[in-house]
């Protein structure tokens, strides 16, 4: 039996950015792979490329040069409708500032991917139910984000990100916001998905207290990556 195929595969990935008239390089040849099941850390000092890798590896920007492959497919030759499919399939996005809709309950928000997926109204709303649950939320199904508090916002967002059973679990800085003890009540969240539905997760942090949740660091240093160990 061979080795398993790496879930995402980055390959000698550039990204310059044109400011003014001077070209800043954000990503100097980076590759990396990511195995199935994988909890990876993405750390760095600012402007080390770490949310312009992650925004990549989700499809959310395109590399200068390089290649990305995510469960098989090459993101940067998909056009932007099988892009979006894929976003919305593969990958939960989870970012600092919850992002979440502040006119819909927790329940509806959880429902927005599953909608657009196409998923029918009762099931929907039953899978909504108990992702609240998982996420500890299920009495808050009912209040709209100005009713929660940091913490309880940003799971209701983690609750989003899985409501497609995506293979990858993608989150940008998700504990920024959020004072220490319910960041690490927040990441044992991640955790706990990452063991028990083997969702791979791969997140920038700033917080060497939230790295250590990680299966695996990669440090991040001017575009390149200067560590990476298990």
């Not at 003014?20 to 993405?42: N, P």
């Not at 949310?51 to 998909?78: F, Q």
């Not at 928000?109 to 196409?118: C, D, F, K, S, T």
């Not at 983690?158 to 800085?173: K, T």
Request: proline share 3%; charged share 25%.
């Amino acid at each position: 039996m061979g080795e398993q195929e790496p879930l995402i595969l980055v390959d000698n990935v550039h990204k310059s950015f044109l400011m003014g008239k001077e070209a800043v390089q954000a990503l100097r040849g980076i590759t990396m792979d990511v195995a199935r099941g994988e909890v990876v850390c993405l750390m760095g000092p600012s402007g080390s490329g770490k949310t312009t890798l992650l925004n990549i590896i989700g499809g959310l920007e395109e590399p200068s040069r390089g290649h990305v492959i995510v469960d098989g497919e090459n993101v940067v030759a998909l056009s932007e409708d099988r892009l979006s499919e894929m976003r919305l399939n593969k990958m939960g996005f989870v970012f600092q500032n919850y992002n979440l809709l502040a006119n819909f309950t927790a329940l509806e928000n959880v429902e927005v991917p599953m909608a657009l997926a196409g998923l029918g109204r009762r099931e929907r709303r039953r899978k909504a139910e108990w992702l609240l649950e998982c996420v500890g939320l299920a009495d808050r199904a009912k209040h709209y984000p100005s009713e929660m508090s940091g913490g309880q916002q940003q799971r209701v967002a983690i609750a989003r990100a899985l409501a497609n059973d995506p293979p990858i679990l993608i989150g940008d800085e998700i504990t920024g916001d959020l004072d220490s003890e319910t960041g690490f009540e927040v990441m044992e969240i991640v955790v706990q998905l990452n063991r028990e539905q083997g969702t791979t997760v791969i997140y920038v942090t700033h917080d060497p207290r939230m790295a250590r949740f990680a299966g695996r660091l990669i440090q991040l240093r001017d575009g390149r990556i200067v560590e990476d160990q298990v």
